[in-house]
């Protein structure tokens, strides 16, 4: 069964640094989207994409984050200037269609840890 | 704001019984609501999803209901098996309705 891919699967990166979380989303899918979990928390979520373009995103998702589809086959996210609080684990998702009447499917995530 | 609620933090049960999981919402009406399964350090995976104008719908031993007077859904398990223990999210579309909010989840635990 197609899955969706992450890389890598623990990033460890000083304050203040910039990370490329990366993500290859199940082929035929269009629409993509970026959750976190801080540890012991709920899934929150960050961002959805479609067309090459932001469809939506939270608050937690501001100037320090952005996305990109750089190619047919990855879709990424970056933060800029890495803090403390921007530890967690971050999932990738995708679906093949509008969300109503599709599932999403969830890679096995990136556990990012801010040092 | 919405806000979504699943009442238990944790459920023990025995096997063989039947799990009953709650997912009450506040300030929505959802036009559907999707149930995932959560394993410790795994992403979610989708089990179910309902929409408001369907009452009931099954898969396998699963169930899920959805009340949009009561404004709750209920996910059971039946004849349930130790591999079933996980935890157990309830899930909303944004406000945009492009995404996702999730409850909290519920953690079950099958005993044999």
């Known amino acids: 069964e197609p899955e969706v891919t992450q890389t890598p699967s623990h990033q460890v990166t000083q304050m203040g640094q910039e990370v490329i979380l990366r993500c290859v989303p199940i082929?035929?899918?269009?629409?993509f989207y970026w959750y976190r979990q801080i540890l012991g928390q709920k899934v929150e979520f960050l961002v959805s994409f479609y067309n090459n373009e932001i469809s939506e995103k939270s608050e937690i998702f501001d100037d320090q984050f952005s996305v990109e589809r750089p190619d047919g086959s990855n879709f990424t996210l970056k933060i800029r200037s890495t803090k403390l609080e921007d530890s967690a684990m971050y999932f990738c998702?995708?679906?093949?269609?509008?969300?109503?009447?599709?599932?999403?499917?969830f890679g096995d995530g990136t556990r990012l840890s801010i040092l | 704001s919405q806000k979504i609620e699943q009442n238990s933090e944790a459920l023990n049960i025995q096997e063989g019984k039947t799990a009953t999981l709650t997912c009450n919402y506040t300030?929505?009406?959802?036009?559907?609501l999707q149930w995932y399964r959560q394993d410790p350090g795994r992403g979610p995976v989708f089990l179910l999803l309902i929409r408001e104008n369907e009452k009931e719908k099954r898969k396998e031993r699963l169930k899920v209901t959805f009340d949009t007077t009561l404004k709750q859904s209920l996910f059971h398990i039946t004849a349930s098996q130790p591999a079933d223990s996980a935890t157990y999210l309830c899930a909303l579309p944004s406000k945009a309705g492009t995404a996702l909010i999730f409850g909290k989840g519920t953690t079950l635990s099958v005993s044999s």
């Open positions: 300030n929505y009406s959802p036009a559907y």
């Open positions: 082929s035929n899918h269009l629409y």
């Open positions: 998702a995708s679906s093949e269609g509008s969300l109503g009447n599709q599932p999403q499917h």
